[in-house]
């Protein structure tokens, strides 16, 4: 195994072990539930990516999936189902909504397929407004408890990144990332792009679900129609902009960086957090494409490109001078 690869996963090892002690260690619940809330969007922003990152089809409608997900599960397990299976079934009805507006949504291209994805948000939305206009309680308030809700999220958070990195290191995956760079190039090496396509979507959206299923899980009391809002697909999809989309660490280090970034300027400048948070993901979007990576990597090239220029300015040593061999023919003067 290789250096990089052993010190990737030492750090993903003592990090999912910090995650796990966090609430055996911490019992400030308001720390909790910021981490709950950072486990919530790198669920959100990393099953994005598997869309709109490897196979480049920007979708704006993935709130409609963590919309779905959200109220079956909370319906099904509000009537007396059992949770688990709530949560499954969320997942699945996500998939199912995904595959039916799939191949009639992937005829749109570019941006087409963009406004096509935002105008079922928009809808489900409003539908869910008129439908479910009450708020659903908990009825189980009494026997609330904060911490099977966390390893909940971290779980699902787990199993989202890893099947990501399964994904990126299969064929699929590979096909994805083909249509992503050329639909046209990839078709003409029979590679099925509608296909690859519908594979990413479905994934993408069953990751969605699961996470509205787990925020359904989580909230006492909520608007069903809350979880269809537009801020369910833009804030995920900002945090992959900003971390570096179609990568696997992209989407967390965009998380991390907008939710500690919202928190400090809500703390200090309110609602104009909005306008900054908008300025900035412009700014990203036309300078920097490739994100938070993009600059760690330019900025890594440029200091092994100066350690390189330092290296050939280095003299010959005096050590390897003093040890040089003499001429042949010629002997050392020896003092007698």
């Known amino acids: 195994m290789k250096r990089k690869s052993v010190i990737t996963l030492t750090i993903s090892i003592v990090t999912l072990i910090a995650l796990t002690l966090i609430p055996l260690v911490i019992e400030n619940?308001?720390?909790?539930?910021?981490?709950?809330?950072?486990?919530l969007y790198i669920m959100l922003a990393s099953s994005w990516n598997i869309l709109g990152g490897y196979t480049g089809q920007t979708n704006l409608g993935h709130a409609a999936f963590f919309g779905i997900g959200s109220l079956a599960t909370r319906i099904l397990w509000i009537d007396g189902f059992?949770?688990?299976?709530?949560?499954?079934?969320?997942?699945?009805l996500a998939v199912f909504l995904a595959l039916l507006i799939g191949v009639p949504a992937f005829k749109l291209k570019g941006?087409?397929?963009?406004?096509?994805?935002?105008?079922?948000?928009?809808?489900?939305?409003?539908?869910?407004?008129?439908?479910?206009?009450?708020?659903?309680?908990?009825?189980?308030?009494?026997?609330?408890?904060?911490?099977?809700?966390?390893?909940?999220?971290?779980?699902?958070?787990?199993?989202?990144?890893?099947?990501?990195?399964?994904?990126?290191?299969?064929?699929?995956?590979l096909g994805m990332m083909a249509v992503r760079e050329g639909e046209d190039a990839a078709e003409s090496l029979g590679i099925n792009?509608?296909?690859?396509?519908?594979?990413?979507?479905?994934?993408?959206?069953?990751?969605?679900?699961?996470?509205g299923g787990a925020f359904a899980y989580y909230h006492v009391s909520y608007y069903l129609y809350m979880p269809f809002g537009p801020e369910w697909t833009f804030d995920p999809m900002m945090m992959a902009y900003i971390g570096g989309q179609g990568t696997i660490i992209g989407p967390i280090i965009g998380v991390l960086f907008f939710v500690g970034l919202k928190q400090l300027l809500v703390?200090?400048?309110?609602?104009?957090h909005l306008i900054i948070f908008g300025t900035l993901f412009i700014l990203i979007v036309l300078f920097l494409p490739g994100g938070l990576l993009e600059v760690w990597h330019k900025?890594?090239?440029?200091?092994?490109?100066?350690?390189?220029?330092?290296?050939?300015?280095?003299?010959?040593?005096?050590?390897?001078?003093?040890?040089e061999s003499p001429p042949k023919g010629k002997e050392l003067p020896i003092d007698k």
């Open 82 to 92: 059992p949770f688990l299976p709530s949560l499954l079934a969320g997942g699945l």
């Open 299 to 323: 900025t890594r090239k440029y200091i092994n490109r100066q350690l390189g220029k330092r290296k050939k300015d280095i003299p010959v040593s005096i050590g390897s001078l003093n040890h």
């Open 267 to 272: 703390w200090n400048v309110g609602e104009y």
């Open 193 to 211: 792009a509608l296909k690859h396509k519908l594979i990413a979507f479905s994934i993408s959206a069953l990751f969605a679900g699961l996470a």
């Open 111 to 173: 941006v087409y397929f963009a406004i096509g994805t935002l105008a079922l948000a928009l809808m489900l939305n409003l539908t869910a407004g008129n439908i479910f206009p009450e708020m659903s309680y908990n009825p189980g308030l009494s026997d609330y408890q904060l911490l099977p809700r966390y390893y909940l999220f971290l779980g699902l958070t787990v199993v989202t990144i890893i099947t990501t990195i399964l994904l990126t290191r299969s064929r699929i995956g």
């Open 29 to 39: 619940d308001s720390t909790i539930n910021l981490v709950i809330l950072i486990l």
